[in-house]
């Protein structure tokens, strides 16, 4: 376990809500022991275990409750069968609150293990997305961008992914005010080259 564990996940856990530590660390140690092979990381601010080079478990924790769930699509149906709510935004195993919230080790290793299989069958964890047609810019922001020099050499480098990432963000703004707000930040964040979401990239 000490060769595939990252200082990263002992951060995550020693900051997350008290309730969430011991959860945490168990979980932690079972997913450790019922596949070998896992490696740690954190992705998208939550700590996630990679197998095969592919998300293998994430775990979560927040204020209230904390969340567990395994990438692969067949556990859904199993766990589903189990009676478990995947179709929860907390999570394949719902809302963690308590240790009570969780099966026995006995069985969550039986899960982790089952999940594992899954993953050596060599089928993918989740079906490749379909890529999403390229999104023209409105109006204000090209506009904006024929304005801004720096912003626009940003702009004009990025793949149409990181485009709409800005595209989206703004045209969601529901007031005049918020979207203009956007739109200020966005030329900001691209003249100094940094993609819509570079808060979590070192996360």
């Known amino acids: 376990m000490a060769?595939?564990?990252?200082?990263?996940?002992?951060?995550?856990?020693a900051k997350a809500a008290i309730f969430a530590r011991p959860i945490l660390q168990r979980l932690r140690k079972l997913v450790h022991e019922g596949c070998p092979g896992v490696e740690e990381t954190i992705k998208w601010s939550h700590v996630s275990f990679l197998y095969h080079g592919q998300v293998f478990v994430g775990m979560a924790a927040f204020k209230g409750h904390m969340s567990f769930g395994f990438w692969h699509q067949k556990m859904e149906q199993l766990l589903a069968k189990d009676g478990f709510h995947t179709g929860d935004a907390a999570g394949l195993m719902g809302r963690i609150a308590s240790q009570a919230d969780l099966p026995d080790d006995k069985k969550m290793l039986r899960y982790i293990k089952t999940a594992a299989a899954f993953h050596d069958s060599g089928e993918r964890a989740r079906p490749v997305p379909k890529s999403k047609p390229a999104l023209k810019a409105p109006a204000d922001l090209a506009a904006a961008l024929k304005q801004d020099k720096k912003a626009a050499a940003t702009w004009d480098k990025f793949s149409p992914s990181h485009r709409r990432e800005y595209i989206e963000w703004l045209t969601e703004a529901k007031r005049d005010e918020t979207r203009q707000?956007?739109?200020?930040?966005?030329?900001?964040?691209?003249?100094?080259?940094?993609?819509?979401?570079w808060k979590y990239m070192n996360c």
């Open 3 to 13: 060769t595939r564990t990252d200082p990263r996940v002992d951060a995550y856990i």
């Open 181 to 197: 707000k956007r739109l200020a930040t966005t030329l900001e964040w691209l003249a100094e080259g940094k993609q819509r979401n």
